[in-house]
Antibody, heavy 129, light 107 residues
Framework: QVQLQQWGAGLLKPSETLSLTCAVY????????WSWIRQPPGKGLEWIGE???????NYNPSLKSRVTISVDTSKNQFSLKLSSVTAADTAVYYC???????????????????????WGKGTTVTVSS | SSELTQDPAVSVALGQTVRITCQGD??????ASWYQQKPGQAPVLVIY???NRPSGIPDRFSGSSSGNTASLTITGAQAEDEADYYC??????????FGGGTKLTVL
């Protein structure tokens, strides 16, 4: 059974860099997309970005200038760095495993879908001076 | 602002059927996945693809789609289904996007 274990600093000062790592246990690292998602207190989920095993990345445009997601395949780990944090970056940060698939719908063509089936437990990150 | 729109709150009587919807133009190209989140817990995948349930998800959960709207239906809602539900898909540029979430109350 695949498990994701995540860790990183939980308290940051404004302008510092958030750094989180997620380790993958019990399953293959290749063939999947490895994502970061965050949730500010009392608010909804926000997709931050993703990386595949070969290092190809895809970022939320609203965060792209500050975000770097990297992968270490030798350790089955992937990491998130978010620079120049402010109080608005205070959130629970989740890592997740994602994958693509598709189905054919008669008369409507092919529908692709992406889903995240394994999630880490979350890391609370607070930005405060 | 989210490109996937969900009703903020929905309620259902115990044992009745409830539908939670998610609207967005990108749903014409990409199918949605649905996540259940209870307070203090990580989200859990409940529906993906055409209408697939991960192992361990009760069959009272089902999914459907028509045009720009994806739906999550709970047939015979239980008290333990009270949670926040989020749809997720891709936007027109292929970036991930979540709906704003729907808080489900079971009365």
């Amino acid at each position: 059974q695949v498990q994701l274990q995540q860790w990183g600093a939980g308290l940051l000062k404004p302008s510092e860099t958030l750094s989180l790592t997620c380790a993958v246990y019990g399953g293959s690292f290749s063939g999947y997309y490895w994502s970061w998602i965050r949730q500010p207190p009392g608010k909804g989920l926000e997709w931050i970005g993703e990386i595949n095993h070969s290092g190809s990345t895809n970022y939320n445009p609203s965060l792209k200038s500050r975000v770097t997601i990297s992968v270490d395949t030798s350790k089955n780990q992937f990491s998130l760095k978010l620079s120049s944090v402010t109080a608005a970056d205070t959130a629970v940060y989740y890592c997740a495993r994602g994958q693509w698939d598709y189905y054919d719908s008669s008369g409507y063509g092919r529908y692709y879908y992406y889903y995240m089936d394994v999630w880490g437990k979350g890391t609370t990150v607070t930005v405060s001076s | 602002s989210s490109e996937l729109t969900q009703d903020p709150a929905v309620s259902v009587a115990l044992g009745q059927t409830v539908r939670i919807t998610c609207q967005g133009d990108s749903l014409r190209s990409y199918s949605a996945s649905w996540y259940q989140q209870k307070p203090g817990q990580a989200p859990v995948l409940v529906i993906y693809g055409k209408n697939n349930r991960p192992s361990g998800i009760p069959d009272r959960f089902s999914g459907s789609s028509s045009g720009n709207t994806a739906s999550l239906t709970i047939t015979g809602a239980q008290a333990e289904d009270e949670a926040d539900y989020y749809c997720n898909s891709r936007d027109s540029s292929g970036k991930g996007v979540f709906g704003g979430g729907t808080k489900l109350t079971v009365l």
